[in-house]
Nanobody, 118 residues
Framework: QVHLVESGGGSVEVGGSLSVSCVQS?????MAWFRQAPGKEREGVAV???????LYSRSVRGRFTVARDNFKNSLYLEMNRLKPEDTAVYYC???????????????WGQGTQVTVSS
């Protein structure tokens, strides 16, 4: 069973930047960030394959950057020009598909809060 631990996040004002990180216990081909706001379904934010190719959701494309370090089994998300609607718990996930569908991911971190205030 892959274990994932997120860190980072926090609170920032509109237009600010935050970053989140994730360390996993073993390599998986695809790693992704998801988020879930209160009362909403879990939403795919970005996925990245082992070769470093990323896919972003339309809502974050151009503002967020996902990266991974395969030697450190780590995943990163740099978030810029943050908006109030980006407020959510952000989850790191490991899986085997180049997808933003949470059903394709079998291991999840505990989540870290990101809050954007206006």
């Amino acid at each position: 069973q892959v274990h994932l631990v997120e860190s980072g996040g926090g609170s920032v004002e509109v237009g600010g930047s935050l970053s989140v990180s994730c360390v996993q216990s073993e390599y998986t081909s695809h790693m992704a960030w998801f988020r879930q706001a209160p009362g909403k379904e879990r939403e795919g934010v970005a996925v990245i394959g082992g070769g470093g190719n990323p896919l972003y959701s339309r809502s974050v494309r151009g503002r967020f950057t996902v990266a991974r370090d395969n030697f450190k089994n780590s995943l990163y998300l740099e978030m810029n020009r943050l908006k109030p609607e980006d407020t959510a718990v952000y989850y790191c996930a490991a899986g085997w598909a180049f997808s933003l569908n949470p059903d394709n991911f079998h291991a999840w971190g505990q989540g870290t809060q990101v809050t954007v205030s206006s």
